[in-house]
């Protein structure tokens, strides 16, 4: 198993470029949510936008239309009730999930998505294993892993790299195992590993952060397992940097935003 390292990041980052605009950088669409979980959206939204997709169109409900707004006004908003799924494909990536609750769309939305698609949380709690399609990217912790697959936490635990490459061969998906070392499985790859990352990160919105981050780089052109690679082990590399600044106890998600543009700034 490869253990992932900056340099896997910076082999395969996008580049800005002189002669372009915010469409160069894709159009990603996030369905995420709801009004218990305001905060997962604006999450998901400062990781998606910090990590250089072009245009951000966050599809929810008023009162989280209203929260992130407040907070990025960078983003875009389509009422969730206005959400027609045929306009899906003018966008290049979709993540669904983050804060969404329960909704029965969420099986509409992911059977009929013809763009490459990022599951993450509630985005896969309402729907089965099957209904997943390919080429997708799916962001479960070890509960989520362990309801989706049928197999024990404790089994699970007991040989992550073995049951996430099952389930992707299986499914011909890239899985993204999130647990205290997160692995990253996708067909035809070898599959990797990142120990970037510290117990700072074990609170509610750290996983929010990271699904931004890794449909983010899908939306700019990467593959699942490209973005799932870059997403991952930036979010943890922050993570230990932000740690040491503010320690393990005290840091919160947001805070990893300082420390990961500081990364973006020593890239050579």
């Known amino acids: 198993m490869k253990e992932l390292k900056l340099n896997d990041v910076f082999d395969v980052l996008p580049v800005r470029l002189e002669d372009s605009n915010k469409s160069d950088y894709g159009r990603l669409l996030s369905v995420v949510g709801c009004k218990y979980y305001r905060g997962a ?42 959400l027609d799924i045929t306009d899906i494909p003018k966008v290049t990536s979709l993540l669904c999930g983050c804060g969404l609750g329960k909704d029965e769309r969420v099986a509409d939305i992911v059977k009929n998505c013809s763009v490459p698609m990022i599951l993450d949380a509630d985005g896969l709690n309402n729907i089965t294993a099957e209904d997943i399609p390919e080429d997708t990217v799916i962001t479960p912790h070890i509960g989520e892993f362990s309801r989706l697959t049928g197999i024990s936490i404790g089994g699970i635990k007991s040989n992550p790299e073995r049951y996430a490459r099952a389930f992707a061969d299986k499914y011909n998906v890239t899985v993204v195992l999130k647990d205290h070392e997160t692995v ?18 074990a609170r509610g919105g750290s ?12 939306a700019q052109g990467l593959s699942g397992y490209e973005s799932s690679v870059c997403g991952t082990v930036l979010h943890g590399a922050s993570a230990d940097r932000t740690a040491k600044r503010l320690s393990q106890q005290a840091m919160l998600p947001h805070d990893i935003l300082t420390d990961l543009s500081q990364i973006f700034k020593e890239r050579t």
């Open 41 to 82: 959206a604006v999450l998901s939204s400062m990781g998606a936008l910090r990590t250089g997709v072009g245009i951000l169109t966050v599809c929810s409900t008023e009162e989280v239309i209203q929260a992130v707004a407040a907070a990025l006004p960078e983003a875009t908003f389509l009422p969730r009730e206005e």
């Open 207 to 218: 996983g929010d952060l990271l699904a931004g981050m890794i449909a983010s780089f899908r």
């Open 184 to 201: 990253i499985a996708s067909p035809g790859i070898e599959t990797a590993v990142s120990r970037f990352g510290n117990p700072g990160l």
